[in-house]
């Protein structure tokens, strides 16, 4: 039997593995702080659902991920304080957010976080360290879509030129 054999849990974590999900954490405690503030920008509510989601989601993150460092004796990063609630009517036009940026905002956010949970279940040699991105993968993606899907119905959606007609090839 070697060091990496037997429960994954007692095996120890490579500086990969410590990264990613240090990282994850960060990025998480983050995201609550920003998605808090948008929450408070929002207008529409199926944007604020998805957002409110998205902080919960956001949280779970924080909590699993500060277990896995704190349990191999690595000290996760700080946790930002609560946002205050705020009436959208005392934001100021010119200093809110609309409802298409935020979209906007968080779908990149979405998409972005897809591309470090497969960076990191690839440097994974932890099976439950892999197994634990997939999850947040998985559940990046549904949020993806159910956004793509808001994005559309709202008319938020500004697509990239589209090809609507293909040029006819010249057989010479």
Not at 140 to 160: D, F, H, M, Y
Request: with cysteine; hydrophobic share 40%.
């Amino acid at each position: 039997m070697g060091i990496l054999s037997g429960n994954p849990k007692d095996e120890p974590m490579h500086y990969g593995e410590i990264s990613s999900v240090w990282m994850a954490s960060t990025v998480a405690k983050g995201a609550v702080s920003c998605y808090q503030a948008y929450l408070n920008h929002a207008g529409d509510k199926d944007l604020k659902k998805v957002l409110g989601d998205l902080i919960d989601q956001a949280k779970l993150e924080i909590k699993e991920c500060d277990t896995l460092l704190t349990d191999n004796g690595i000290a996760p990063s700080p946790t930002l304080p609560e946002r205050p609630q705020v009436k959208l009517e005392d934001i100021p036009a010119g200093a809110r957010f609309t409802d298409p940026e935020i979209a906007a905002k968080i779908s990149a956010d979405i998409s972005v976080g897809l591309v470090a949970c497969s960076q990191a279940m690839g440097q994974s040699i932890r099976e439950d360290i892999g197994a634990l991105f997939a999850k947040y993968h998985l559940t990046k993606a549904a949020s993806g879509l159910r956004l793509l899907q808001i994005n559309k119905e709202k008319g938020w959606l500004i697509p990239p030129p589209l090809q609507l007609k293909r040029l006819e090839t010249v057989n010479a």
